[in-house]
């Protein structure tokens, strides 16, 4: 069955709405409590993005999530050497590199590996050779695809935004149908993510093929508002099943 990996990083948003530092009071919600609720529903692992500019998740959320959570941890980042650090000291199962830009509300497209192979090449092959599993997040874009192979990533996660916003159109889902395939030719393994929600989530894992995870936390968060986070993990778990 394809696992369901859950973005806390929204959790950690409401929290640093109101609470910016030291102070008298307890801030909260506390994202590792949040990230026990998910597990405790059930979901197969837990997600968070450790940007630059430090806008939802802090390095301390990152360690006690290390330290706290059974299921798996995966560490989304940019390739910038401060962040390649605390991933290497903090030693996530896995680290998902990503694009980011300082006036994104969120990730906004897939990174362009191949004007990066570079550096890119590099950070992988440290981040491997410390014991982390590392996935690139790109378009489904054939030459994205090979150039994640060449730089020696272990996965791809396709960018599912372009298919969501399209209101889950059939010529976006074989875009992802064929990048899956090519990443499979090319022996790499299939994540999928953004923009994920209890509607189109399904047309997802019937017509993609290879899937090994999906990654989706606003849709999760939003509906935790409602019927509680556990509740909420659950209904998408059961999503996944049916489908």
């Known amino acids: 069955m394809v696992r369901l990996g859950v973005n806390i990083d929204h959790v950690a948003t409401l929290r640093q709405a109101r609470y910016k530092g030291p102070g008298g009071v307890t801030p909260e919600p506390d994202p590792v409590a949040a990230a026990r609720e998910v597990e405790a529903a059930g979901a197969h ?12 998740i802090q390095d301390h959320d990152v360690r006690q999530l290390r330290q706290s959570i ?14 390649v650090e605390i991933a290497l000291a903090v030693k996530p199962d896995e680290v998902c590199l990503v694009p980011e830009k300082r006036l994104e509300v969120t990730t906004e497209g897939g990174l362009n590996v191949r004007t990066a192979e570079k550096s890119l090449r590099g950070t992988v092959a440290r981040l491997r050779q410390a014991g982390i599993v590392v996935s690139l997040f790109v378009d489904a874009d054939l030459e994205q695809i090979a150039a994640s192979a060449a730089v ?19 010529a ?16 790499l393994r299939v994540n999928a993510g953004h923009g994920l929600n209890y509607v189109n ?5 019937r017509a993609v093929p290879h899937l090994d995870t999906l990654n989706t936390g606003h849709a999760i968060v939003s509906r935790a508002v409602f ?7 659950s209904e998408m778990l059961e999503v996944i099943a049916r489908a």
């Open 152 to 170: 020696g990533g272990n996965y791809v996660e396709l960018h599912t935004g372009s298919y969501a916003n399209a209101g889950g159109s059939a």
């Open 45 to 56: 692992g837990i997600t968070v993005h450790l940007r630059e500019d430090r806008r939802h």
């Open 70 to 83: 059974r299921s798996r941890l995966n560490l989304e980042m940019a390739d910038i050497p401060e962040i």
């Open 227 to 233: 019927v509680g986070l556990r509740q909420a993990v």
């Open 172 to 187: 976006e889902l074989r875009k992802l149908v064929a990048a899956a395939e090519a990443a499979h030719r090319h022996g």
């Open 201 to 205: 989530t399904p047309a997802v894992v």
